[in-house]
Nanobody
Framework: QVQLVESGGGVVQAGGSLRLSCAPY????????MAWFRQAAGKEHDFVAS????????YYEDSVKGRFTISRDNAKNTMYLQMNSLKPEDTAVYYC???????????????????WGKGTLVTVSS
């Protein structure tokens, strides 16, 4: 069982930036692909971005392309989501997750992920 911990959420004005981090509570970062999802109030988990096992490839949902950057530093045991030019519609709880035995950066559905963090809340005010 892998326990992931997200951090870095908070309240920011529209146009601002935040950087989220995801690290395992203990042990080493997954050697598989990983992803960020988000869940706005009353909605399902939505895919945001994914990154390959070695960080060499990334994939983004269209609405965050050019604004968000996913990265990972396996030596530091941490995955990141740099979020710039934030909009009120980015308000959500953000979750990191591991992609089971998958290694590439693709669009992932919620049921493709095996381990999840408990989330960190991002609130963007207008």
């Amino acid at each position: 069982q892998v326990q992931l911990v997200e951090s870095g959420g908070g309240v920011v004005q529209a146009g601002g930036s935040l950087r989220l981090s995801c690290a395992p509570y203990e042990g080493t970062l997954s050697t598989t692909a990983m992803a960020w999802f988000r869940q706005a109030a009353g909605k399902e988990h939505d895919f945001v971005a994914s990154i390959s096992y070695n960080g060499g490839s990334t994939y983004y949902e269209d609405s965050v392309k050019g604004r968000f950057t996913i990265s990972r530093d396996n030596a530091k045991n941490t995955m990141y989501l740099q979020m710039n030019s934030l909009k009120p519609e980015d308000t959500a709880v953000y979750y990191c997750a591991t992609a089971g035995s998958k290694f590439g950066a693709y669009y992932y559905t919620e049921d493709a992920m095996d381990y999840w963090g408990k989330g960190t809340l991002v609130t963007v005010s207008s």
